[in-house]
Each structure stands twice: as C-alpha cells, then as structure tokens.
C-alpha cells in the first residue's frame, strides 16, 4: 500500500483525517462516524463526483439500487442520501466497515422510522420462510423472492374459490351451461305460449309451419341442424307449460342435460315445467355465479394485498443488505481510491478489469473501453504508455475492448497487431489483440537507453537501406546488360557484311577536380589527427578526465531524454482515462514511478548453470572493448567537430586573442622584412586527347 501521512484537518463541522494517497492529499473514511457525516464533506475534497453505473467490477444491482434518477451514474448527492439512510437504519454505524451479507436483527435501530419498518419486513421474511432465526440475510432474500415469483405465477390456483354446497352437485358447472345455453330458447317459446293465451286464432303464425318443413323436405335433414334451430323450441300451448318431451330435434341434447341436472332435480316426475319454475332454476344458477364472483374478486383482493407487502419487505431488506455488503466498498472507490493504491490482489479497484499478459510481463491495470472515441480525445493527456485492445472470448462468445497502462521494462517487441492473453477478474481468458499504442515514458532507466537504441535503429536501417538500394540497382544493371545484349545478338548483321566498330568515347581528365576532392580528404583528414591529438592531450593531462569526458558524453546524449521523461513521469494521472470511460475525476489519480513498477511485473528468470549446446558463441573481450572505442570516439568526434564540448574547453575553434595596439616605433621595429616574392613556377601544359 502506498505510504500515508496521517493529517489531522476539519472540513465543516466535522474533524476529518487526511492522508498522502498516490502522492495526493485525500480524505480517509475509517469508521462509521466517518460515513454518518459525509454529508458534511466538501465536494471539492470528494476524489470522484460521478462514475458510471455498467462496466465495473462490482455488484451492478447495488449501484443501480442507489441510482435512484435511473440517469446510469451514481453522483454525490446519491452516495450521501444512501450514507444517511443506513446509517439511520443501524445501532453501530461501524458495522458498515464489515461488508457483511447479513444483519442480525438485534443491530437495527427499530427507534428510527426506516429501522422500525427494516426490522418488521425482516422478521416477515423470516416468517413466511418458516424459521426462527436472529439475523437475515441476502441468502434469505434471495430465497424469500424466489418463492414470491412462484407464488405469483400460481394466482389462478391461489384465488380460485372452492364451494362445500353447490347447487347441483358436481353437474352444477355443467348444469349452469346447458341453462345458458337453453335460456333464450324458452323464453321465446313461452312467449309464443303467452300470445296463443291472448288469442288462440294465432297459433299457427306462432308455431313452426307445414310450409317451412317441406321447404326442405328434400335435402338431407342432418345437415340442416342450423335451419331446424331456428324453429321453436317446442309447439307452443295455451297452457304455457314446457313438455319434457316432444322438443326441437335440433336442441334435444341441450335440453336433456338441463333436464337430468337441473329440472329432474327440483321437480322430480313431473312431465312439464311452467315458466315459474323454469325461472326458480336459473335464478338459483345466478345466484351461485354470483356468489362465485363476489368471493373471487375478494380472494384476489387479499392476494394482491398480501403479495404487494410481501414484494415491499423483499425490496426493503434487499435494498438494505446490497447496501450494507457494498456500500464501504464503493467510498474506496469513490470518496478516496484507497482500493486502487493498497495493491493487495483482493482488493482491486473497481475499474480494473483483469490482467494483460504481454511479452513477458503482466500488466495489473487494465481497463474496459465503452467509447474508443473519447478516449482518443483524452487518454493521451495521461502520460501512461497504454495499449488498446481488442479481446474476444470464445467460451462467453462475447467481445470487449481494453486499455493497459504499461508502467515498467522496455517497449522493443511492442507493436500494433501483437497477440497477448487477457484474463477477467472471474478468471476467464481472452484472445487479445493490440489495436493502438499511446506511446510515452515508462521510466527514467528506459530513457536513458533509448537515444542509443533509436542510434542504433538508425544506423542498422540505413544499412539495411542502402544494402536494398545497390541490390536493386545491381538487379537493375544486369538486367540492362542482359537485355542489351539480346537485343544486339538480335540485331546482328548478315554474314560477311562488314560491322561498325564502336566508337569509345573518351572522357577529358579534370585535374582540377581530383586536387580539390584530395584537398578536402586531406582537410579532412588533418582536422581528425588534430582532434584525436588534443582528445589525447586531454585525457592524458589528468587521471579523472576519461571519467569526466565519458560523463559528458553521457550527459549530453542521454540527459534531455531522462529530462523530458522525469517531468513525464511526475505528471502521469490515469484519471483522463477514466474520464473517458464515463467517470467525473475531481482530483489527480497519479501513477509515479514507484507505484507504477507495482502495476507491471516482469519475468524473472534463475541462473542456468547447465551449458546450452546451441548458445551463439561469444564475442572475445577486447573486440567488445574495441568496438566501444569505435563507437565513443565517434561520438567524441561528433560533439567536438560541432562545438559542443568547447563548455568542457573542448573548443573545435580557439577563439583568437584581441590585438593590442603598439606604438608606431615598436610596430616598425617588430615588422620584418618583406621576402622577395618568389617567382610562380611554370605550368606545364597536357594536351588530353
């Protein structure tokens, strides 16, 4: 864990304690009266003021049980009203600090208000599970609404209603169809009996006609049930009594059904029923539908009661215990990042996803990506070497991206396209891609090497460069050869045909040329032996000057990297990243050097002592010296033709001392005699033809 200094300060009322997290000065939650006074917390001192709801490595239902606009974040505002409501909920606010799934009964404080409606709809739960216990817990939940969903897909069953004394017995269902069935039907024949009552002259207008039987005579009478229905029910009478017998072909089963159910009944061996009491048997069927109605909608009423208290007690302990378990956990993570700079293996930050196994490290601090366009736009201002990644998972057949901040060892073998291995929190393996690299420093040491290596890059590809050039123009040469020579075997005169010789043409010998390119050789040459005569000089004038000029050197190629990476490596803050994923950062999240080598861990190796057969032999020691020399006084040589050394009085030219102005008789005194000129020797003339 990073190193704290524990501070003692008051923000508002309360006496808060501070200390130096991740090089930052932050606020530390220890107890419970820490979390019961949050509320008095100045924001500005809160490390996040918004983080996403998806895509972290906590219980997704806890954060979306404390958003409460339903908006995907989780804002300060929320993080305090949860703080309150718990802390009201409990006798020992220090019980928060315990991430436990389980409350026993006797720490709820049933003197405030939500205690006293916490503890009721616990003992409920425990209640209708059928134990007796002092605690509840999430398991209890769980299983309490398990068995609420069930109880819920069962309503019909649960309300249906159940009666000792029906009217018919076991046939009273089947009795009050055939009734419903049959109800129109004689109603409207007792109203044709009632109209021959009025007047017998209209019997036969009421009653089926000769004239509609022999309309269909013809056809096949089965299959004109449909037309048959349509005729009275039976042959109306002035008695207004309905026959048990003699009815409507068409209705005949209907109406022995009402007849052995219903009518055989309550009026047994009777050969007719009045209207009166056809009336009596229905009125008793209605009767008992009704009743039927009556208690249903009133078990259904209980019902929805009874799951509706049952569904509240579930969502109030639930709500309760998600909080209870998660809610400390989420102030490391939000009020301070106190899980992210312990570095214990258990307790990670809740942004980092798993691990990325990549050219022999491991890299701790992996992120998921939700939007790979803003974090192009801020994750650069990190100062982090990240590595973007695409991962696919053949088990989950699911696919996501990751960003992985490489915070130690060099980058030689690191490139787009480079295969590595993700593994999640649960474990689980991922193919890995890398899809984008954010290139900065990852330590002073590297920066130190790293002006070399891009020499040396430099050199070998110029090479190999200038290798591929002459290849291809020696490619090119003899294919031109090849070609010409074809073409003039092609072309070759006929047989005894005389053939022009060549004409060679002579190129005129440019004396001059050659006397001004052995002039700058010989310059060149001289201004070589000159610096290698005062680098002697100067090495040899005192002991500790070979130590000084390789330090010089030293400082001078390699300096302004490690400068440029030192102050780099001050600045690094991965809260752009984060920003980028959806979270507000209110302070800096920094990632310094040294916390920054816990975050990646490299492979270690141990001392092989067998000899490996097929080991690349080894260079003699003085060739090794003498390269070095090469390449030291190369760079010698370099500094010192371009005046850099002149601040270690190194200089390439010595600056001329000011003339003193003598007195004319002394200027005349010390000015020699002129040397008779010489005569100019002759030139001699070469004719070149």
Known sequence: MAKKSIIPGKAGSYNWTFASIGGVTRVTINSGADIAHLAELDQKLWTVLSCPVKGLEFDETTLQLMDTDSDGKIRVNEVVAASQWLCRSLKNHDRILDGADSIALADINEADDNGAALLASAKRILARKGVDADSVSLADVVEAKAAFDEKVKSKDDATAVVFDERPYGDNTDDAIAAVNALKDKVADYFMRC???????????????????????????????????????????????????TGVNPAWQATFDKVKSMALDVDY?????????????????????????????????????????????????????????RDFYKLLKNYVTFADFYTRDKAKLAVFQCGQLYIDQRCLDLCIKVSDMGKQAESATFSGLYLLYCHCVSKTKAAEMDIVAALTDGDIDDLRVGKNAVFYDRSGQDWDATVTKIVDNPISVRQAFWAPYKKLWKFITDK????????????????????????????????????????????????????????????????????????????????????????????????????????????????????NANGWAINAQVRVNTAFGATLTSLAKYPMVKMPDPYADKKMAWWKKWLITLVVLGGIFCALYFTNTLKYVGLPFKKEQPEAVEQPAEAATEATPAEAPAEEPAPVAETTVE
């Open 194 to 244: 009632k109209l021959i009552a009025f007047d017998e002259n209209c019997a036969d207008a009421v009653d089926v006609s000769v004239e509609k039987i022999q309309a269909i005579s013809e056809m096949n009478l089965a299959t004109c049930s449909d037309k048959i229905a349509d005729y009275p029910l039976a042959r109306p009478n002035k008695d207004m009594k309905l026959r048990l």
């Open 268 to 324: 047994p061996g009777t050969d007719a029923v009045d209207e009166a009491q056809w009336n009596a048997v229905c009125s008793k069927l209605d009767a008992y539908v009704a009743s039927l109605a009556d208690d249903k909608s009133a078990k259904v009423e209980n019902f929805d009661k009874e799951t509706a208290e049952e569904d509240a007690d579930i969502k109030l302990v639930d709500k309760f215990l998600h909080l209870y």
């Open 463 to 578: 090479i190999n460069k200038n290798a591929a050039e002459k290849e291809a123009k020696q490619m090119d040469n003899l294919t031109a050869k090849a070609d010409t020579a074809t073409n003039n075997l092609a072309a070759k005169p006929a047989e005894g045909a005389p053939a022009e010789a060549p004409v060679e043409k002579k190129t005129p010998f440019d004396i001059a040329k050659f006397a001004g390119i052995f002039a700058a050789i010989g310059l060149a040459l001289g201004a070589l032996a000159a610096a290698l005569a005062g680098l002697g000089a100067f090495l040899t004038a005192k002991w500790y000057n070979v130590i000084l000029l390789l330090a010089v050197i030293v400082i001078v190629v390699s300096g302004p990297s490690m400068f440029i990476a030192w102050t780099k490596l001050r600045r690094r803050n991965l809260g752009p990243v984060l």
